[in-house]
């Protein structure tokens, strides 16, 4: 008997000593730097390309920054300007490293542009670089032009809406383009917000956008309210820890309009 207690208290000690060196290492591998983590993902030319990428959008958003000093008349160009600066705004990421239109540049068709990630994975990496979507990035030029979902009697089939996958429906805001807007940004393999709060606050404390705080802040979090900074970091830094959800979350679209009628 007491040969077998002995016995299983050292199965137990075992078993703690093997815990413990597990956590000890996950711990050296999460403070590792994201440099290091990042060159183990992508190749010595993706990251020369997406360095480039990077150094475009910030020279884009600095010419469209110096337009504010005398902005346009015209609400439509406002407009304009504004949807601008906003797709090339890196602060609205999660690491702020990651606007809109590092997949949606123009010269390629305002999709991806890093012909190394074209010709390998296809899809892009988000603002925790060692996270990859699973699709490629649709060109957004088609994304105004879109109706919102329908089935098309003549054509037998869905028309309208933007994805893939056309769940950005429009039959919740009336407009595709804009649901499809709330995406990227609280997209854990994306732009990484926890929340589109978060998203909000962080527009609304660019230099550019500065005369529209309140204003802009109020509308997500609700009467004289703003999402505290100190939250959105928190939980943005718990967003990168907690990782992707899987696809059948990700991507599910319960949305009856999806289904067409019954014939």
Known sequence: MALACRGHEVKIQRTLLAIAAAIFVSTLGADAPDAEETSLTLSPQALQEIAQVEAEIDRIEAQAAERLAAPPDNQIQQIE?????????????VNRNEACAFCHMPETGFTGP???????????????????????P???????????????????????GNFWDMRATGRRLGN????QAEGPPTNPVEMGLPDIACAV?????????????????????????????????FISARS???????????????SPAMRPPPR
């Open 81 to 93: 300007l504004l949807g601008k600066l906003m797709l090339y705004d890196k602060q609205l990421s």
């Open 114 to 136: 890093v012909s190394e990630l074209n010709r390998t994975t296809g899809s892009y990496p988000g603002s925790v670089r060692t996270r990859f979507s699973d699709r490629k």
């Open 138 to 160: 649709q060109s957004h030029a088609y994304a105004p032009l879109s109706p919102v979902l329908h089935y098309n009697p003549g054509q037998g089939d869905l028309v309208g």
């Open 176 to 179: 595709p383009a804009a649901e």
């Open 201 to 233: 606050y962080r527009a609304s404390q660019r230099p550019s956008r500065s005369g529209g705080r309140a204003t802009s802040s109020r509308s997500a979090t609700g009467p004289g309210r703003r999402p505290p900074a100190g939250r959105c970091r």
């Open 240 to 254: 990168i820890a907690a990782g992707p959800p899987p696809p059948s979350i990700r991507w599910r679209n319960p």
